[in-house]
């Protein structure tokens, strides 16, 4: 029992370290989000004065670029609208993260993680030594359900292993 201890004790504190760094890839997806809106601001802005200069506004431009006879200025168009939808989107989710508290921004990351960001955050994540409250907190959940996971794979191991004993006619202590 002493080793099935020792095991349960490293499985736990694995899944702690883990779990402890969710809120740093989540302050760090923050960071990327804040940027990434700054760079689609700045595109729709170039847009927009562009279709201001032809006296148009920007779903008038998309809609005439649209209706063109040209394959890429439609093809244009379509990226154009798809990435005014992601800036919209890409608000939305810092809105929701910066009125939400502690432990709901991690919720409101996962809850529509926008891939790009979510990718590139983790391509260059660095694990950081957990020092807030929110990272102890979740730090704590995640040893007790390593703990918990690892002797209850242990217990479903032994009871598996005695049932097939039961079977061969072995006898069980």
């Known amino acids: 029992m002493g080793i099935a201890r ?10 702690a370290t ?9 302050q760090q997806y923050r960071q990327r989000l804040g940027g990434a809106i700054d760079a689609l601001e700045r595109v729709k802005l170039s847009f927009s004065a562009d279709a201001n200069a032809f006296g148009m506004s920007v779903s008038e431009a998309l809609e005439y670029m649209r209706d ?11 990226s154009m609208a798809l990435s005014f939808a992601r800036l919209d989107r890409l608000k939305r989710q ?5 009125s939400a508290g502690p432990f709901s921004r991690i919720v409101v990351m996962l809850e529509e993680p926008d ?11 660095e694990p950081a030594v957990p020092v807030t409250q929110e990272a102890f907190i979740i730090g704590g959940f995640g040893f007790l359900l ?8 242990v217990g479903a191991g032994r009871a ?3 049932r097939l004993r039961r079977r061969r006619g072995v006898r069980t202590t």
């Open 160 to 162: 598996g292993r005695k």
């Open 6 to 15: 020792g095991m349960a004790l490293a499985v736990a504190l694995m899944s």
């Open 94 to 98: 810092r809105q929701a993260m910066l």
């Open 18 to 26: 883990a779990t402890s760094q969710l809120p740093e890839f989540s």
């Open 146 to 153: 390593g703990y918990l996971v690892f002797y209850g794979g």
């Open 68 to 78: 063109s006879d040209n394959a890429f200025v439609r093809k244009r168009a379509e």
């Open 115 to 125: 891939r790009q960001l979510s990718s590139a955050a983790w391509k260059d994540f």
